[in-house]
Structure formats: structure tokens, C-alpha cells
């Protein structure tokens, strides 16, 4: 099952809407429509995600041993002035 199913399964079984997502995300619909048709989400896209859909996003390295990642994971941007 490729991202894009994924997270369209993760939004259907919380009830969430597409708009909704793109709202949390700070993007347009429009914008959301194509992140989801080509797939193209980065890790910051993908932890925010998890974070709106209140999931965890993490890495099973075995069943005693995983990574989590959440917004404490995310970069600063710093914009010059």
C-alpha cells in the first residue's frame, strides 16, 4: 500500500477530511490534492500528519527497539531578515 493510500485510510478511520489536513498543514486544497496524488510528502509533512491524525510515526527497528518521531523532530525555520 503506497503513503497516499495510507494516509487516506489514516484520515477515513479518524473521521478527518483532506481540507481539514490541509488547513493543519498550512497549505492550499488545492496543494494537498497534489501532494496526494503524486505522493510527494516529506518527513516533515509525515510527522505533522501523524501529529493532526494523533498517531505515532515511527521506525520498528525490532520488537523491543523503535524511533519515534514526532514535532519536538521537526527544524526550526529561520527566515533572514
Known sequence: MAVTDKIK???SIKGRKNIELANYLNISAQSMQNKL????????????I???LDCTL??????NQKIILDT???RE????N
Open 37 to 48: 496524488s503524486r505522493g510527494s510528502f516529506s518527513a516533515e509533512d509525515l510527522i505533522k
Open 77 to 80: 525555520s529561520h527566515s533572514k
Open 50 to 52: 501523524a501529529d493532526f
Open 72 to 74: 519536538s523532530d521537526i
Open 9 to 11: 485510510a489514516l484520515l
Open 58 to 63: 515511527a521506525f520498528n527497528i525490532d520488537e
